[in-house]
């Protein structure tokens, strides 16, 4: 496991967040791209193969380390922010949508996190972002929000992002959680996580809330979002459709009752 840089943070705003982080002297952080805010003078900006985590043997080796991160959905490339100053120097990462940004220790989760694909923002250089397969096949076709999940390894600290407002939950051992699956956005790999049925013909096609849901079982920590992205965007494309507003929440989509039934026109 890389060794990663001890960097100072502050976490700035309420619902639309950017984090400043503070380098010593030859530290870096790694970020999306994408996600810079800005960067002060003496900070040095590189875009490269996958994570930066490690150096690798070569171009297959970097390869390798890419081909990770486009199978998660990320793009090839990350950013290195390094500190060529003589003093302390500070970067600033911005959220992409509104939420919350959460800094997390690895070191104190035992040094790995599974997190969402599109939820990491950025970390300390040497964090790892590797992929994580779900073990079980029900969990990887009906999981909602993909079949593989972000992996963060390492010992230092690690930003990720969570849409609208986060809620953290300790689970006890053996404690049960259903949630929506697209509104997990990170747990310790202690946590099992599975996928379940709607139960009940009518609940599942008319509820509102998809055939299926996500279950976590503790113990360990979980952090979850009230906005997913993919909820939001849903809703923008539905209200942006003619008649896209009217009776939502169903398997009938956009599609209105009046229109089922006939109209008065």
Known sequence: MAQMHEVDFHIYGDDLQFVEVELDPQEAAVAEAGTLMYMEDGIEMETIFGDGSEKKSGFLGSLLGAGKRLLTGESLFTTVFLNRGGGKRKVAFAAPYPG??????????????????????????????????????????????????QRLQGDGLAFIHAGGTLRERTLGPGELLRVDTGCIVAFQPTVDYDIQMVSGIKTAFFGGEGLFFATLRGPGKVWLQSLPFSRLAGRILSAARPGGARDEGSVLGGVGLGSLLGSDD
């Open 100 to 149: 919350k940004i959460i800094p997390v220790n690895l070191r104190e989760l035992g040094g790995e996190l599974i997190a969402q694909k599109d939820s990491f923002l950025a970390a300390a250089k040497g964090v790892s972002l590797g992929i994580a397969f779900q073990k079980k096949l029900g969990t990887g076709l009906f999981g909602g929000e993909g079949f593989i999940m």
